[in-house]
């Protein structure tokens, strides 16, 4: 079973950048889609950015898109989140997620319920 521990978060003016890690134990790291999501007070948790497993292929949510970038690094069993020009609105939680299995659709890794295993996430908070 492959755990997730996120760190990086932490708090940043608006206009900061931050970098989020997401540590990955188990040998299956390297062969699973991974995925970013947040979770704002209130809020439902939300899509931010997905990465394939060679890291080749990502994808952002239209809110953080030329933003934030996702990269992965499968030799140290980590993911990455770096998240520049960060406006209040970033504000949340952060979890890193990964999949047991590839979807046909890049849409499909938008959705939370398909990923397998969670980080217990990281909170960011960005000040105006």
């Known amino acids: 079973q492959v755990q997730l521990v996120e760190s990086g978060g932490g708090l940043v003016q608006a206009g900061g950048s931050l970098r989020l890690s997401c540590a990955a134990s188990?040998?299956?790291?390297?062969?699973?889609?991974m995925g970013w999501f947040r979770q704002a007070p209130g809020n439902e948790r939300e899509f931010v950015a997905t990465?394939?497993?060679?890291?080749?292929?990502?994808y952002y949510a239209d809110s953080v898109e030329g933003r934030f970038t996702v990269s992965r690094d499968n030799a140290k069993n980590t993911l990455y989140l770096q998240m520049n020009n960060l406006k209040p609105e970033d504000t949340a939680v952060y979890y890193c997620?990964?999949?047991?299995?590839?979807?046909?659709?890049?849409?499909?890794?938008?959705?939370?319920?398909?990923?397998?295993?969670w980080g217990q996430g990281t909170q960011v908070t960005v000040s105006s």
């Open positions: 997620a990964g999949t047991l299995r590839p979807y046909p659709s890049a849409a499909d890794y938008y959705i939370g319920g398909n990923y397998h295993y």
């Open positions: 990465i394939d497993k060679s890291g080749s292929s990502t």
């Open positions: 188990g040998r299956t790291f390297s062969n699973n889609d």
